[in-house]
T-cell receptor
Framework: NAGVTQTPKFRILKIGQSMTLQCTQDMNHNYMYWYRQDPGMGLKLIYYSVGAGITDKGEVPNGYNVSRSTTEDFPLRLELAAPSQTSVYFC?????????????FGEGSWLTVV | AQSVTQLDSQVPVFEEAPVELRCNYSSSVSVYLFWYVQYPNQGLQLLLKYLSGSTLVKGINGFEAEFNKSQTSFHLRKPSVHISDTAEYFCAVSRDDKIIFGKGTRLHILP
């Protein structure tokens, strides 16, 4: 039962470097999401996608980019990493929309920018 | 606009004691309500959800929540907690395709 798989689990970046967080799901879900979680702040939506080829901004999209070329994959790209992007990142997916259906989360990626 | 307020950032409770984690929401329309649990160093997983029907919802691991429309609340309860319930709990409200998470309540189980 793979579910939502994201890599890497841990990464340290230097300021100004770029990287991609990979996310794949094997449940054939049409919706996928990227969240960041900071201590005491809950979850903030970065980007989401309602299907292959379609992406949209969430609450905190600045400094990030996404693509959705297939149903399964939804990578998150950080360009020019900044200390403010130090956070835990979660990829998630759901069957239709968040309104009624359960969201399935990956196990998280811990990113530190130094 | 919808919003979710979790009134306690941390709740300490002795093992085998009951616990209630509070959640209030604001919305001018009907919404769906969720509780998610996050165990240390893991992602969130669904604990229970209210979509319609009975206002008392039972979830996994002995948790339950009651939807109270007049008080716009969806408090989470468990009659007897175990050390394995140590986690962070998130209330969430959803309408259409948007979901809003609360800031979380960290449950500390004291021996």
């Amino acid at each position: 039962n793979a579910g939502v798989t994201q890599t890497p689990k841990f990464r340290i970046l230097k300021i100004g470097q770029s990287m991609t967080l990979q996310c794949t799901q094997d449940m054939n879900h049409n919706y996928m999401y990227w969240y960041r979680q900071d201590p005491g702040m809950g979850l903030k939506l970065i980007y989401y996608s309602v299907g292959a080829g379609i992406t949209d901004k969430g609450e905190v999209p600045n400094g990030y980019n996404v693509s959705r070329s297939t149903t399964e994959d939804f990578p998150l790209r950080l360009e020019l990493a900044a200390p403010s992007q130090t956070s835990v990142y979660f990829c998630a997916s759901s069957q239709i929309g968040q309104g009624r259906n359960t969201i399935y989360f990956g196990e998280g990626s811990w990113l530190t920018v130094v | 606009a919808q919003s979710v307020t979790q009134l306690d950032s941390q709740v300490p409770v002795f093992e085998e004691a009951p616990v209630e984690l509070r959640c209030n929401y604001s919305s001018s329309v009907s919404v769906y309500l969720f509780w998610y649990v996050q165990y240390p160093n893991q992602g969130l997983q669904l604990l229970l959800k209210y979509l319609s029907g009975s206002t008392l919802v039972k979830g996994i691991n002995g948790f339950e929540a009651e939807f109270n429309k007049s008080q716009t609340s969806f408090h989470l309860r468990k009659p007897s907690v175990h050390i394995s319930d140590t986690a962070e709990y998130f209330c969430a409200v959803s309408r259409d395709d948007k979901i809003i998470f609360g800031k979380g309540t960290r449950l500390h189980i004291l021996p």
